[in-house]
């Protein structure tokens, strides 16, 4: 298993961007999937964005295609989480998690079996 450890979230106004960081240790960074889940409070949590271990191969929630954009550093053992373009729904704690599995679709938390502790993200109106 990897740990992983957020950082990069914040307040920002509606329109705004911020860049969240996911940075991780333990062994074979590179070997593992890594997504990024939100949860809003009363909300499931829902994954948002996801890459494998080949860069180029990247999915995204129809509610922020074209917003964020996810990429990874394996040299560093980060992934990132380019938001752009906020808006008050977006609002929720963000989580990065690493799987063994990936799809081109949409992969339920259970896939992932290491999570970081979350980091806010508040967007006001």
């Known amino acids: 298993q990897v740990q992983l450890v957020e950082s990069g979230g914040g307040l920002v106004q509606a329109g705004g961007s911020l860049r969240l960081s996911c940075a991780a240790s333990?062994?074979?960074?590179?070997?593992?999937?890594m997504g990024w889940f939100r949860q809003a409070p009363g909300k499931e949590r829902e994954l948002v964005a996801s890459i494998g271990t080949y860069v180029g191969n990247t999915y995204y929630a129809d509610s922020v295609k074209g917003r964020f954009t996810i990429s990874r550093d394996n040299a560093k053992n980060t992934v990132y989480l380019q938001m752009n373009s906020l808006k008050p729904e977006d609002t929720a704690v963000y989580y990065c998690?690493?799987?063994?599995?990936?799809?081109?679709?949409?992969?339920?938390?259970?896939?992932?079996?290491?999570w970081g502790q979350g980091t806010q993200v508040t967007v006001s109106s």
């Open positions: 998690a690493a799987s063994l599995k990936w799809a081109y679709a949409s992969m339920p938390p259970a896939d992932f079996g290491s």
């Open positions: 333990g062994r074979a960074f590179s070997s593992y999937a």
